[in-house]
């Protein structure tokens, strides 16, 4: 599932897609994160249920990334792990 999400800061807009994978799998992060179609980043559930960088080779902010993750967990309302189900509030 790909889906558009855009974040600004310091009235500075950056557009990405965001692609879900299956974290049980094996094969790295569960989002993977394109900016004008090129992998910049990657996230992934931490042991509490929220999102932290497993990848950043497009060098994107830190605070970008965590406005990233807090607007990826938001299209989530039980939790972004695979195996948690967890209601935010």
């Known amino acids: 599932m790909n889906f558009p999400l855009t974040v600004s800061l310091d009235n500075e807009a950056h557009h990405f897609e965001v692609s879900e994978h ?5 094969n790295g992060c569960k989002f993977r994160v394109f900016e004008a179609g090129i992998f910049v980043a990657a996230l992934e559930p931490g042991q509490h249920d929220f999102l932290q960088i497993c990848q950043n080779p497009g060098k994107i902010e830190q605070e970008v990334l965590h406005l990233l993750a ?3 967990e938001a299209h989530y309302p039980h939790g972004v792990n695979d195996n948690v189900i967890k209601i935010r509030t």
Do not use: F, R
């Open 22 to 26: 299956p974290h049980h799998s094996g």
């Open 70 to 72: 807090e607007q990826i």
